[in-house]
């Protein structure tokens, strides 16, 4: 089973500020990584699929980078709405969740 | 835009089977691939299991033994049933679409998901 490890578990950032989230494969899953939004009491939202490709209606201030075992979202710009879980899952080899980075409010 | 809804009982006793449906709407059922997930308090996102427009299914091997999805096409549902469950399987469930590379879909993420249900296991 691959690994999904992303970081910090927890980042706080101001209002306006860019936060840098990160995810690492214990092995290559190429370019297969989708990215999510979850609030709870809220469905999941698809942010980012294919690394980097944003899914339908997602801000632009969404952004998607890497391959191979590293993988960055960014969210140039953070708005109020934005502060929430967000999630990586690998379909390169089935499919495995990290566990998650929660961005609060500075 | 298609839009999904978890539904079933809250509370389920151990030993007994977890059945719960999910109900598409804003669109069809057929043609797509549609997938089942959980997550426990405190833990991670894990993948149940799917299910194909010809009803063929695949699942995590974690549950492989005691997990059945189906398809209710004329109604736009399908349905989970886990048998024989613990406590470890208190979770928030949640259904979904699978979005796949190619026609197998052996490669999928998943846009959109419900809102989620919580099943607690408890006598």
């Known amino acids: 089973e691959i690994v999904m490890t992303q970081s910090p578990a927890i980042l706080s950032v101001s209002p306006g500020e860019r936060a840098t989230l990160s995810c690492r494969a214990s092995q290559s899953v190429n370019t297969f990584l989708a990215w999510y939004q979850y609030k709870p009491g809220q469905a999941p939202r698809l942010l980012i699929y294919g690394a980097s490709n944003r899914a339908t209606g997602i801000p632009a201030r969404f952004s998607g980078s890497g391959s191979g075992t590293q993988f960055t979202l960014t969210i140039s710009s953070l708005q109020s709405e934005d502060f929430a879980l967000y999630y990586c899952q690998q379909y390169n080899t089935w499919l495995s969740f990290g566990g998650g980075t929660k961005v609060e409010i500075k | 835009q298609v839009q999904l809804q978890e539904s079933g009982p809250s509370l389920v006793k151990p030993s007994e089977t977890l059945t719960l449906t999910c109900t598409v709407s804003g669109g069809s059922i057929i043609n797509d691939f549609w997938s089942w997930l959980r997550q426990p308090a405190g833990k991670g996102l894990e993948w149940i299991g799917q299910?194909?427009?010809?009803?063929?299914?695949h699942f995590n091997s974690t549950f492989k033994s005691r997990v059945r999805i189906s398809l209710d096409t004329p109604r736009d549902q399908f349905s989970l049933y886990l048998k024989s469950v613990t406590a470890a399987d208190t979770a928030l469930y949640f259904c979904a679409r699978g979005q796949c590379t190619s026609s197998s879909c052996a490669k999928v993420w998943f846009d959109p998901w419900g809102r989620g249900t919580l099943v607690t296991i408890s006598s």
């Open positions: 299910i194909a427009p010809n009803g063929g299914t």
